[in-house]
C-alpha cells in the first residue's frame, strides 16, 4: 500500500500546536538551560517562539532583564499575547532572517525547536550573530530527525513499516550535532559547543500519547487518516511496541534533541 506523501507542516493552531509539542518543548527547554547554564538578569531574544513553552522556562528560570520573543506565524503570536507571561515578554511577529532590531542589542538569542524550519539557516544565523552583543551567547536546539528520534518518529516508522510513503521532516539535514556545527562554523561564531541529550514525556495511557501525537496539522496525521480499520490497528500495535509503561500504567515516549552553543565574536 501507499500513503500520501505531504510534508506541508502549518502553524495556524497554536492550542493544537501546544497540546501536541508543549510537554516536549518544556522538557526538552529544561534540559537545554540546565547544560547552556546562561547568565541572569541579560537581554534575551527567542527566535521562532511558538507558543511561549520555552519562552515560559527562560523567564521563570533565567530573570532575564527584557525578553523579546519572535515568530512569522500570527497566529502563535496572538497566542502567546494572551497569555499571563505576556506581561514580562514582548511578543513580535517577525522573521527570523529579517530580525527588525539593532546591532548588539541582545546577550542571549536563543531558538527551541526552530532552526530546521528556517530555510535560509545561514541568512538566519548571520542575523543572530548581528543582533548579539560581541561575547554574547547564540544557542539553540532542534529534534534529531535524522537518526530518527524525534517524538513522533515512532509513529513514523510504525507507517513505513506497514508499506506507507512518509514525507522525511523539514530541515531534516539540519538536526545532526555536525551539520549544526557546520552551519555555526560557516557564520563566524566561536567556541562552538554541542551536545545530544534525552527527554521523555509521560503519557497517562496509549489513547492519550495517540490523540496528542497526531494533530490533524500533521503531515502524518493524514497518511493515518486515509489507512484502512485493519492498517490503523496494525499501525498501532506496531507504535505501542515502540513505547515504555511506567509503574503507574502511564506510557514515556523518549525523543532525542541535538543542541548547539557559541559566543559572538
Not at 506541508?8 to 537545554?32: C, K, V
Not at 503570536?77 to 511577529?93: D, G, N
Not at 561575547?135 to 536546539?141: D, E, K, P, Q, T
Request: negative net charge; glycine residues 6%; charged residues 20%.
Amino acid at each position: 500500500m501507499s500513503g500520501t506523501p505531504n510534508d506541508t507542516i502549518t502553524f495556524d493552531d497554536a492550542p493544537a500546536y501546544e497540546r501536541f509539542m508543549g510537554n516536549w518543548s518544556r522538557a526538552a527547554g529544561a534540559a537545554f538551560l540546565d547544560w547552556l547554564a546562561p547568565p541572569r538578569a541579560v537581554r534575551w531574544l527567542e527566535i521562532g517562539c511558538g507558543t511561549g513553552a520555552f519562552t515560559e522556562l527562560v523567564h521563570q528560570r533565567c530573570a532575564p532583564s527584557t525578553m523579546v520573543a519572535v515568530d512569522p506565524a500570527i497566529a502563535q503570536i496572538e497566542y502567546c499575547s494572551r497569555l499571563p507571561k505576556a506581561e514580562h515578554v514582548k511578543f513580535r511577529i517577525a522573521d527570523a532572517t529579517a530580525l527588525p532590531f539593532s546591532d548588539a542589542d541582545f546577550d542571549v538569542v536563543a531558538h527551541a525547536l526552530v532552526l530546521n524550519f528556517i530555510p535560509d539557516t545561514k541568512r538566519a544565523l548571520d542575523e543572530m550573530r548581528r543582533v548579539g552583543r560581541p561575547g554574547g551567547l547564540v544557542a539553540g536546539y532542534v529534534w534529531d530527525f535524522g537518526a530518527e528520534r524525534a517524538p513522533n518518529s515512532c509513529i513514523a516508522f510504525g507507517l513505513r513499516e506497514i508499506g506507507c510513503l512518509v514525507p522525511p521532516m523539514p530541515g531534516m539535514d539540519k538536526s545532526s550535532l555536525n551539520s549544526l556545527c557546520s552551519f555555526f562554523e560557516w557564520a563566524g561564531f566561536r567556541e562552538i559547543s554541542a551536545i545530544s541529550f534525552d527527554v521523555t514525556v509521560t503519557f497517562r495511557n496509549f489513547d492519550e500519547f495517540w490523540r496528542l501525537q497526531t494533530p490533524s496539522f500533521s503531515p502524518l496525521a493524514v497518511i493515518i487518516n486515509a489507512l484502512s480499520r485493519t492498517d490503523h490497528m496494525k499501525l498501532a500495535d506496531l507504535v505501542r511496541a515502540q513505547l515504555v509503561h511506567d509503574r503507574c500504567g502511564g506510557i514515556c515516549s523518549v525523543a532525542r534533541a541535538n543542541a548547539i552553543k557559541a559566543s559572538v565574536p
